[in-house]
């Protein structure tokens, strides 16, 4: 069964990063602007690495165009 992180982006930031905050919620920060999904590849490399896990395993399921997104963990 797949599991779901809620996330919270600040795209454009100095100082990019990942925090996680509490059980399955996550704040990353990312120097990309939000323009033609460039913060979103971003958001989901930067989850990857934080996680140890490819980046073929995360999709964004909710919150395509928002800052709260729903990323899912798929796979083993």
């Known amino acids: 069964m797949p599991v779901r992180l809620e996330v919270r982006v600040k795209p454009r930031s100095r ?6 905050t509490s059980e399955n919620v996550y ?7 939000p323009e033609k999904g460039r913060a979103n590849r971003e958001v989901l490399a930067r989850l990857a690495e934080a ?9 964004i399921v909710r919150g395509e ?6 990323v899912e963990v798929l796979g083993p």
């Open 27 to 33: 704040r990353v920060e990312v120097a990309a602007a």
């Open 15 to 20: 100082r990019p990063g990942v925090e996680k």
């Open 51 to 59: 996680l140890d896990i490819p980046v073929s395993r995360l999709r």
């Open 65 to 70: 165009t928002s800052p709260n997104k729903v």
